[in-house]
């Protein structure tokens, strides 16, 4: 049982540059959500999805999409970056929206 | 002011004692309660729910009081391995897919 697997674990852009955060679940959960943490600030989510073919935005959605094909993945997409993006990105799944979270191991990005 | 503060710290303690740190959340009718360890450079896990007659799991005892709007986490004879940040985490009453996370509080049990 794998978990939440979320890769890259390290990446470098430009600015500008386009990428795919991937996240894949084998827990079967119907909910999904993708945060950033930057230093001295919690958990912030960026997009969430309650199940295949439903997303909602959360706190700070702009300069990312998500997409969720099914029940198992939900990529992050980072449309043109930018230097404010510098984060880690965790992804997460869990029963419900409050229960219990498992996390990724997470994604240092760094954008140049 | 923020949904949900925590001092930062480092709170630094040695290997046996006891310490103890809070978490305040700033609405009132916020649902769910959750206290969450993570390591440097790792990401959060589950350390305990925080429920309204208290939990205790070995040397973690949280505590919920709704009146002044605050949990805390007590940690007893602590180990070099308890050693992280703990997050406090709270769910809003009116939407049950978001968790508000805490900046979280920086934990350094020295030997």
């Known amino acids: 049982n794998a978990g939440v697997t979320q890769t890259p674990k390290f990446q470098v852009l430009k600015t500008g540059q386009s990428m795919t955060l991937q996240c894949a679940q084998d827990?079967?959960?119907?909910?999904m959500s993708w945060y950033r943490q930057d230093p001295g600030m919690g958990l912030r989510l960026i997009h969430y999805?309650?199940?295949?073919?439903?997303?909602d935005q959360g706190e700070v959605p702009n300069g990312y999409n998500v997409s969720r094909s099914t029940t198992e993945d939900f990529p992050l997409r980072l449309l043109s970056a930018a230097p404010s993006q510098t984060s880690v990105y965790f992804c997460?799944?869990?029963?419900?929206?409050?229960?219990?979270?498992?996390f990724g191991q997470g994604t240092r990005l760094t954008v140049v | 002011r923020k949904e949900v503060e925590q001092d930062p710290g480092p709170f630094n303690v040695p290997e046996g004692a006891t310490v103890a740190f809070n978490c305040t959340y700033s609405?009132?009718?916020?649902?769910?309660f959750f206290w969450y360890r993570q390591d440097c450079r790792k990401e959060p896990k589950l350390l305990m729910s925080?429920?309204?007659?208290?939990n205790e799991d070995g040397r973690f005892t949280a505590q919920l009081n709704r009146a002044s709007q605050y949990i805390s986490l007590l940690i007893r004879d602590s180990k070099l391995s308890d050693s992280a940040t703990y997050l406090c985490?709270?769910?809003?009453?009116?939407?049950?897919?978001?968790?508000?996370w805490g900046a979280g509080t920086k934990l350094i049990i020295k030997p």
């Open positions: 997460a799944s869990s029963y419900e929206g409050n229960t219990e979270a498992f």
């Open positions: 827990m079967n959960h119907e909910y």
């Open positions: 999805s309650v199940g295949a073919g439903i997303t």
């Open positions: 609405n009132s009718a916020s649902q769910s």
């Open positions: 925080v429920y309204s007659s208290g």
């Open positions: 985490v709270v769910t809003p009453l009116k939407s049950n897919y978001q968790l508000i």
